[in-house]
Each structure stands twice: as C-alpha cells, then as structure tokens.
C-alpha cells in the first residue's frame, strides 16, 4: 500500500514539474468560459434575444429611412437593357421579370372582380387559338363566348372564408383559368392567395394575365365581388389570313 501510495506521489510530481497537469486544468478552465458564453449568448438566452432586438431596431431605422424608387428605375433600365441582348427564352424570363417589379397596377389597392373580368377578356381576345374559330364574311372571325362565375366555399368554418374564381371560354377551353380567394369573416373583401403561383416552375412560363394577379396577390390588392356571375361575347383581335 504504501508502495502504491508512492508512486502515485511520484507521478504527480513529475506531472506537476513538467507542467502536464497545469496544461489540463488550462483546457478545462477554456472549456468552462466556453460553455458559459454559449449558454450567456445561446438563441433562447436574455443576452441574444437583447442583442437580436437591438439589431432590428437598427435595420428597421435605416430600412425605413431609404429611398427604393431609384433602385426601381436603375431596376428597370437594366431589365430593359438586359431584355434587347438576350435570346428569345431570356427575353420572355426578364420581360416578365421586368412586368413584375414595375410599379404600375401597383397603386391601384382595390379591384372589382369585373374589372379583373375584364383584363382577363383582353387576353382571351388576344391569345384564343384562332384554329378553332369560325370565320364570319371572310374579314374576321366570330366573337367568342366567355364567362366567370364566383363560387363561395360552403364548407368554410371559423373566422376564414374561401372561394374561386373561375373564367372560362367556350371555344378555347386552353384559355380557362381559376385562381382562390380568401377573407376573413367580417371583412368585405377579398384576397388572392399566392400559393398558386409557388408551383410555377419558372418565369418564362408566366402570361400576362398571371402576372397580373401575381402582382394584386403580392400587394395584398382587396378583390370586391360586385358581381357573382358574368357572361359576354367579345371580338377577336387578330383577323384572318388569307
């Protein structure tokens, strides 16, 4: 016992003078102030959420103190500068793009559902698929017949309520198009929901008409129903090759 009681006297001596154990109880002390200063600034401590805080005051004082319209017509020129040097696909991507971050249909914060009607019929009337047309006294072809309906979710419950729109074209059925809507009980309006426009793959395969709702749907546009059901005949743009 004594023997053992005597070596471990001398390890530690020799530990002691060779300054091993000095050098363990400096990584551990590290270890210790480690571990504390990740618990003082972990992400549910009071120091972070002081700091996070105060950082966002910050950035919101110089956010709102900026002044974006000059990026805007900087964005534009460049689109539009971008959009005469590119390829036909790139040219459809960055006009779209362009369509997009303008600022025009932006300042408009209300919308009767038959005024989006009638953005609607302009397209219709510009991109029907004229093969399926008939032609009327050899100058033009016969209007085409188109239609929305305002359908209203029955099985809305709680404080939210949905519906949809539904556009259709009797002799282009490649023209139809929905999109949804969604309030809350006690106002007298109505949204657009975004959720659509996520699955879209890519830009270039944006029409006018989507990119147009895509803009009311991010500027939080109220849609009034002011009418439930509309139908009209409307002229054909383009005219008949011969």
């Not at 401590?45 to 005051?57: F, T, W």
Request: aromatic share 10%; net charge negative.
């Amino acid at each position: 016992m004594l023997n053992l009681e005597s070596s471990v006297k001398d390890v530690i001596s020799k530990k002691l003078e060779d300054g091993t154990i000095e050098m363990l109880i400096e990584k551990e002390l590290e270890k210790g102030i480690q571990n504390a200063l990740n618990s003082l600034f972990g992400r549910y401590s009071e120091v972070s959420e002081m700091l996070e805080k105060k950082i966002k005051e910050i950035m919101n004082q110089i956010i709102e103190n900026m002044d974006f319209k000059d990026h805007i017509v900087k964005l534009d020129s460049l689109a539009t500068q971008i959009v005469k040097e590119s390829t036909f696909d790139n040219n459809k991507i960055l006009e779209n793009f362009k369509t997009l971050v303008s600022v025009e249909d932006v300042d408009k914060k209300e919308y009767e559902i038959t005024e989006i009607f009638e953005k609607w019929c302009e397209y219709a009337s510009k991109e029907v698929d004229t093969d399926k047309l008939d032609i009327e006294d050899h100058e033009s072809y016969k209007n085409i017949n188109v239609s929305y309906e305002f359908n209203e979710d029955k099985s809305s419950h709680g404080t939210m309520k949905y519906a949809s729109i539904d556009f259709k074209c009797e002799e282009d059925e490649d023209l139809d198009f929905s999109f949804n809507l969604y309030t809350f009980s006690n106002n007298d309006y109505y949204s657009i929901e975004s959720n659509y426009f996520y699955n879209i793959p890519s830009l270039r395969h944006l029409n006018e008409f989507q990119i147009l709702l895509l803009k009311l749907a991010q500027n939080n546009v109220k849609i009034h129903i002011d009418s439930e059901y509309e139908t009209l005949d409307i002229e054909v743009e383009a005219e008949p090759e011969y």
